[in-house]
Structures are given as C-alpha cells and as structure tokens.
C-alpha cells in the first residue's frame, strides 16, 4: 500500500521549493477532504445495513407471538433464505466496482449500462432460485429433522418466501449501482421505506387476516418488491437520462457472472468457516453452544458497523482506479484503514465494558453469563484487527480484485480449521475462549495477512473502466 498522500502532494503543492508549512497544510486539506467523501458515504451505508436485519427481527417479533411451532418454523425457513442471500450479495459487491470505474473514467452512460446488466443477472437469477426452489422447498426443510409441526410451518414460510427472492436480489443489485455512483443516501431511504412498509404488512397479514405464518412471508415478499419497483424506477430513469437501452447485454451479464462467481466463492468460504465453528461448538457443549450464539450476534452488528467503511471502500477506489488516480487511491486506502483500526479499538472498547452486563440481556442461565463476560473481553480485543480486514476487504473488492479475495478466502480457512480440530480434539477449558481465540485471531488474523499482504503491493491497482488482470 503506497504511504503518501498523492492527492497533497500532487495537487497542492507549487514546486520543490515550496514551504514546508504550504505542504503540511495541502496534505491536511487533501486529508479532511478524504475524510469527508468517506463518512459521506458510510454514513448513510450504515443506516441502510442496520435496516436490513431489521426485516428479520420484525418477522421474529410478530410471529413469536403465535407460538413456539410457528417461531420454530420461521427459525429454520428464514436460515434457509438468510445464507441464500448471504451468498448472493455478490451482485452488490460486483455491481459496485464495475460502475464506479466507469463512472470515474468519465463514461456515466456505460456506468448506467453495468448497473443495468447487473440488475438483469439478478433478475435471472432469482427466477432460476424460485424455478429450483419451489419443487424442493419441502425436502430442504427436511433436512433439519424438526417435528412434522414445525416442518410444515417451515415449509410454508419458505415456499412463499421464494416468490421475494428475486425482489430482494434486484434491490441488492441496485445498492450496487447506486453505490457505484456514489450514492449512499437512496438506499437509506428505500431501506427505511421497506422496513415500515414490511412491518405494516405483517401485522395486517398475520393477524388482521389471520394468515399466521404465511402472513408473515406474503408480507414480506410485498415489501420486497415494492422496494424492487422503487430502485427498477431509478433504474429506468437514469437510462433513459442518458440514451442507455433497458435490454439486457450479454456481455455486461457474462462479465458481472464471471466477477460475481470468484465474488460467490470468497463469500462460501467466509460461510463455511462460519458453519465449522458452529459445528465444533455444538460439539463442545450447549453452553459453548448458547454462549456462541450471542456473540456472534454481537459481532454481526460490529461488522455491520465496520462494514460501512467497507462499502465506501468500495465506491471510492473503483472511482478512484476508472479515473486513473493511483495517488488518490492509496490515500483513500491509508485513511480507510485508519478509521477501520480506530473504529475497532472504539468498538471493542464499548464491548469490554459492557460485557459484565451483557449476559442478563442475552440469557437467565447463570453459566452462559460467566462463559459470555470472558468471551466477549477477548472479542474485544481482537476487534481493532477486524477493522482492518473488513476495511481492506471493500478496498480489494472495489478494486474488483475477486480472484485474489476467492483464492485466499480458501487459503483462510484451511488454516482455520486445524485450529478448530484442535479445540475440539483437546477441549482446552474455557472452550468458548479457545474457541473465540481460534476464530477471533486465528481465522480474522489468517485474513489481515493475506489481505494486507495484497494491500502493501500495487498489483491490485489496475486501473481504467474494466479491470483486465
């Protein structure tokens, strides 16, 4: 990663004899102009991760109230949807970069044109999931082995739900459209906009119907594609602004396909390491098992806090690479990696004082509180790391360096899993500890080396409006 501030120095600065007091002064205003775009765009990038699960905990609150079966089947159905779309957030992540560059070299129609390919492949690939699903909705449920009650009530929400997903696919390819153009603020207002929309309709459907847990995913799935029609209008207007024709390209869709599989990839590795230390918990204990349930609640919403920084990562440097300012660029990276070590070590300070009082909230089992207050001061620790590596993830992302994100993100799990055998095959005491220790330093550090190793080169800066190696 390249350490001067070109911005400053390039830009700023009249000559080899100009004063040194003219030089600091260009390279803190180039520095607080960074600082600006940046917190321009997570700002509102926040807001709209911290609505998006929202969806969920509205669904949660409403049906819990029907009953244990009911809730139980919600549990399994909306698990089922939650890793479809965790995988699939790659139509954000390859939309973004391809839009930005374009954008950055000057070529906003061809920036409307990726966004618009990119929306077609989700289109496709939502109808393809509902083609596929909706035969074999009843067998996946299956899987689970819950009682026939639950099982059908799974089977139900999830067989409705399918009908949202290609909705919510088109809005995730449409926060990376919008993203690549720089905008943040939209997809707040969509986000908020959906999740008034999705509670309303839940309450009407679920009990002002008394559709039970079908209410709740026919309530969702409307709010999904009213959120759809809202970014398909942008969409076509900001086509039409520009003369770019709506028909899909065939080969923006195969170019977005081919970034969005090694994208798909990199986040199947990210999930699988998120099922082994699920798996190797369950094993060591329901305790362990229940302890790491709340603090893996507790480090999604800290990634989701982090992850805005991610996303203006995102846009800023695929802005910064189509417009060919390599300077720009590495101090883009250097400040986001700065904010992404200085928000982790605010995080996980918040997260070692309220950890003594954070068990009463999650649990009433005195066990799981002592497990949790020690769990979550080693967290703690190790969330400054995090910050750096989901700082530099976004950047690599927006650079659309996806082949080295999948490659390695293969790489971090195969260190990450013998340190899993280990706690499993020695069950060290705590065991939560050893285990949060595994992950938290262990498989989060594998990835601060890989990504950092990559970020300290320039190999990942390939600039111009479509990235070529």
Same mark, same amino acid.
């Given at each position: 990663?390249?350490?001067?501030?070109?911005?400053?120095?390039?830009?700023?600065? =009249?000559?080899?004899?100009?004063?040194?007091?003219?030089?600091?002064?260009?390279?803190?205003?180039?520095? &607080?102009?960074?600082?600006?775009?940046?917190?321009?765009? #997570?700002?509102?990038?926040?807001?709209?991760? $911290?609505?998006?699960?929202?969806?969920?905990?509205?669904?949660?609150?409403?049906?819990?109230?029907?009953?244990?079966?009911?809730?139980?089947?919600?549990?399994?159905?909306?698990?089922?949807?939650?890793?479809?779309?965790?995988?699939?957030?790659?139509?954000?992540?390859?939309?973004?970069?391809? $839009?930005?560059?374009?954008?950055? #070299?000057?070529?906003?129609?061809?920036?409307?044109?990726?966004?618009?390919?990119?929306?077609?492949?989700?289109?496709?690939?939502?109808?393809?999931? +509902?083609?596929?699903?909706?035969?074999?909705?009843?067998?996946?449920?299956?899987? %689970?082995?819950?009682?026939?009650?639950?099982?059908?009530?799974?089977?139900?929400?999830?067989?409705?739900?399918?009908?949202?997903?290609?909705?919510?696919?088109?809005?995730?390819?449409? &926060?990376?459209?919008?993203?690549?153009?720089?905008?943040?603020?939209?997809?707040?207002?969509?986000?908020?906009?959906?999740?008034?929309? &999705?509670?309303?309709?839940?309450?009407?459907?679920?009990?002002?119907? *008394?559709?039970?847990?079908?209410?709740?995913?026919?309530?969702?799935?409307?709010?999904?594609?009213?959120?759809?029609?809202?970014?398909?209008?942008?969409?076509?207007?900001?086509?039409?602004?520009?003369?770019?024709?709506?028909?899909?390209?065939?080969?923006?869709?195969?170019?977005?396909?081919?970034?969005?599989?090694?994208?798909?990839?990199?986040?199947?590795?990210?999930?699988?390491?998120?099922?082994?230390?699920?798996?190797?918990?369950?094993?060591?204990?329901?305790?362990?098992?229940?302890?790491?349930?709340?603090?893996?609640?507790?480090?999604?919403?800290?990634?989701?806090?982090?992850?805005?920084?991610?996303?203006?990562?995102?846009?800023?440097?695929?802005?910064?690479?189509?417009?060919?300012?390599?300077? =720009?660029?590495?101090?883009?990276?250097?400040?986001? $990696?700065?904010?992404?070590?200085? *928000?982790?070590?605010?995080?996980?300070?918040?997260?070692?004082?309220?950890?003594? %009082?954070?068990?009463?909230?999650?649990?009433?089992?005195?066990? +799981?509180?002592?497990?949790?207050?020690?769990?979550?001061?080693?967290?703690?620790?190790?969330?400054?790391?995090?910050?750096?590596?989901? $700082?530099?993830?976004?950047?690599?992302?927006?650079? *659309?360096?996806?082949?080295?994100?999948?490659?390695?993100?293969?790489?971090?799990?195969?260190?990450?899993?013998?340190?899993?055998?280990?706690?499993?095959?020695?069950?060290?005491?705590?065991?939560?500890?050893?285990?949060?220790?595994?992950?938290?330093?262990?498989?989060?550090?594998?990835?601060?080396?890989?990504?950092?190793?990559?970020?300290?080169?320039? =190999?990942?800066?390939?600039?111009?409006?479509?990235?070529?190696?």
């Amino acid at each position: 990663m390249a350490s001067s501030l070109g911005c400053a120095e390039g830009s700023h600065t =009249r000559g080899p004899a100009a004063p040194a007091t003219s030089m600091a002064a260009a390279r803190v205003c180039c520095i &607080n102009a960074i600082d600006r775009d940046i917190f321009r765009l #997570a700002l509102p990038a926040l807001g709209a991760l $911290v609505a998006e699960p929202l969806f969920l905990l509205t669904d949660t609150a409403l049906v819990g109230h029907l009953g244990e079966v009911p809730l139980a089947g919600l549990s399994i159905g909306s698990a089922i949807l939650q890793t479809a779309i965790g995988l699939l957030i790659f139509l954000a992540y390859a939309t973004t970069p391809a $839009v930005a560059r374009r954008l950055g #070299a000057g070529d906003r129609p061809g920036a409307i044109r990726a966004g618009i390919d990119g929306l077609w492949l989700a289109l496709g690939i939502g109808a393809a999931i +509902v083609v596929i699903g909706l035969p074999t909705s009843g067998w996946v449920v299956g899987l %689970f082995g819950a009682n026939p009650d639950v099982t059908a009530a799974a089977d139900t929400y999830l067989s409705l739900s399918l009908w949202g997903i290609p909705g919510m696919l088109i809005v995730i390819a449409a &926060n990376g459209l919008l993203r690549g153009m720089q905008d943040t603020r939209t997809p707040l207002v969509v986000a908020i906009g959906g999740f008034a929309a &999705n509670g309303l309709l839940n309450a009407l459907f679920i009990y002002g119907f *008394g559709l039970g847990i079908a209410g709740s995913a026919i309530g969702t799935v409307i709010a999904q594609w009213l959120m759809a029609a809202v970014y398909i209008v942008i969409a076509v207007r900001a086509a039409r602004a520009v003369g770019v024709p709506l028909r899909p390209g065939l080969a923006g869709v195969g170019n977005a396909a081919g970034s969005g599989g090694w994208l798909l990839l990199r986040t199947a590795s990210l999930r699988a390491a998120m099922i082994a230390t699920v798996f190797v918990a369950t094993d060591l204990g329901v305790t362990e098992l229940a302890t790491l349930q709340i603090a893996l609640t507790v480090f999604s919403l800290l990634a989701f806090i982090l992850d805005a920084l991610a996303i203006a990562g995102q846009a800023m440097i695929g802005h910064g690479l189509g417009a060919a300012d390599v300077p =720009r660029v590495s101090a883009v990276t250097r400040r986001l $990696v700065d904010h992404g070590i200085l *928000g982790g070590i605010g995080l996980g300070v918040a997260v070692a004082v309220l950890a003594p %009082f954070a068990g009463p909230v999650f649990s009433g089992d005195e066990a +799981v509180h002592r497990m949790l207050t020690i769990t979550l001061l080693v967290m703690a620790a190790g969330v400054p790391l995090a910050g750096f590596v989901f $700082v530099l993830d976004g950047v690599l992302i927006g650079a *659309g360096d996806a082949r080295y994100l999948a490659l390695t993100g293969v790489v971090n799990l195969l260190v990450y899993v013998p340190l899993l055998w280990l706690v499993e095959a020695l069950r060290p005491e705590p065991g939560m500890v050893w285990l949060w220790l595994a992950f938290g330093l262990g498989y989060i550090g594998a990835r601060a080396i890989t990504l950092g190793l990559r970020a300290r080169g320039d =190999r990942w800066m390939v600039t111009g409006t479509v990235r070529r190696k």
